[in-house]
């Protein structure tokens, strides 16, 4: 347990349907304390989309905890690959063109934390005065980016930019990207849909963070978003990695 007890690891959780939408179909986990957490973006319309996402969140829920952190990575890949084959096979089932989720995941072990991900949906982490976003959008519009060498404006102005190239339940293949990082005391991990980050600019979201209470932080990510329009669903996680205080028991000398 030595190394598990080096960070204490805090969180909150919040969704809404938005402004416009009719239904809500993005799922989180949060479970601070098995060390995981998720956000998953269903598509497909009507309710496919709602069931894809919480298929994905439950079959997580659903793996076994304390196990190490490569070694349950390994498991959640394996895992999503299992969920994705099954949405497919769905969709066939109903006939349907596609029934798929978005998601990032986030697990944590001593004081390291991998980021697994597929679709638009986004982490960052806010340290040391800034923001960085650790994922990269699987979309048309980063694709245009790096492979036609265009800035973000020239390739936001292309057709269909926003489209996602990857997510569960969009092909029989799927392809997880992944990034492991090293955790510092302090650390603030946001896991979000796009109903966030559409709606939000990075400084905002920062500004919100920057107060380090995670569920006074969702609550104010929420509202940002609202503010903004709130055209999406709007979904994200708060997490929080802090220093564990080392005992400062001292006993009394009169007790010695």
């Not at 402004?19 to 497909?44: F, H, I, K, T, Y």
């Not at 979309?139 to 990857?166: D, F, V, Y």
């Amino acid at each position: 347990m030595g190394d598990e007890t080096q960070l204490r690891w805090t969180s909150a959780a919040r969704t809404d349907t938005g402004l416009v939408r009719s239904n809500n179909e993005d799922m989180v986990l949060n479970r601070p304390e098995r060390r995981m957490w998720a956000v998953a973006d269903g598509m497909g319309g009507h309710a496919y989309g709602e069931v894809a996402s919480r298929m994905t969140v439950e079959a997580l829920d659903a793996l076994p905890a304390g196990e190490p952190l490569q070694q349950a990575a390994a498991q959640a890949r394996v895992c999503l690959l299992g969920v994705n084959n099954t949405l497919v096979a769905e969709a066939v089932a109903r006939n349907v063109p596609v029934i798929g989720t978005t998601l990032v995941l986030l697990l944590a072990s001593g004081r390291s934390a991998t980021c697994i991900w597929a679709g638009d949906s986004r982490i960052y982490l806010c340290r040391g005065g800034s923001l960085h976003q650790l994922t990269r959008d699987h979309n048309q519009l980063e694709e245009l980016q790096s492979k036609n060498h265009l800035s973000r404006e020239e390739a936001q102005a292309w057709p269909g930019a926003n489209m996602i190239t990857r997510a569960l339940g969009a092909a029989t293949g799927l392809e997880l990207d992944e990034i492991q990082v090293q955790v510092c005391d302090g650390d603030i991990f946001l896991l979000c849909s796009d109903g966030l980050s559409n709606m939000v600019s990075a400084e905002a979201m920062f500004g919100a963070l920057t107060g380090g209470d995670c569920a006074q932080a969702a609550d104010a990510l929420i509202a940002l978003a609202l503010a903004g329009g709130g055209r999406d669903n709007v979904s994200m996680v708060v997490v929080r990695a802090d220093d564990v205080e080392p005992d400062q028991t001292v006993m009394n000398p009169s007790l010695a």
